[in-house]
C-alpha cells in the first residue's frame, strides 16, 4: 500500500471563512453598541437633548423668581408696617378705575372685560 494515495487534500477556503467570521461579528457587535450610544433611550443626542431642557428650564426659573422677587416687594410695600400711599392710591384706582375730575388717563394695557369708565 501506498501512503500518498491516503493523503487528504483540504481546501483553504472553509478555514478564510472562520477566520473571517470572528472579525465579521465583531464589527457588527461594534456597530450596535456605537449606534446606540449615539442615537439610544440614553445616547449622546438624547443627552443633548436634555441638557438643551435643563437650559431652558433653567431660563424659565429664573425669570419665575424675579417675578416672585417684584411681587414680594410689592406686597411689602402694601403691608401695614410699611404702606406706601401712592402705591395704594394707585392699586386702588387700576382696581377700581376710578380717577379725580380734571385728570387725563391713558390706559396702556387693554382694558379688562367689561371695560369701566373713568369716573
Known sequence: MNMESNVVIRSSEPLRLRQALIPFVCI??????AY???YGRLGFISWLDIQNRIDLLAHQLAD???QRQ???RQVALLRPES???DLLD?????ALGYANP???VIFLD????GPRSAR
Not at 457588527?28 to 453598541?33: A, D, P, S, T, W
Not at 387693554?110 to 372685560?113: C, G
Open 83 to 85: 404702606l406706601d400711599p
Open 28 to 33: 457588527i457587535v461594534l456597530g450596535y453598541f
Open 102 to 104: 380734571g385728570e387725563i
Open 36 to 38: 446606540h450610544a449615539v
Open 70 to 72: 417684584q411681587l414680594d
Open 110 to 113: 387693554p382694558p379688562p372685560v
Open 64 to 66: 419665575v423668581e424675579r
Open 90 to 94: 394707585e392699586r386702588a384706582r387700576a
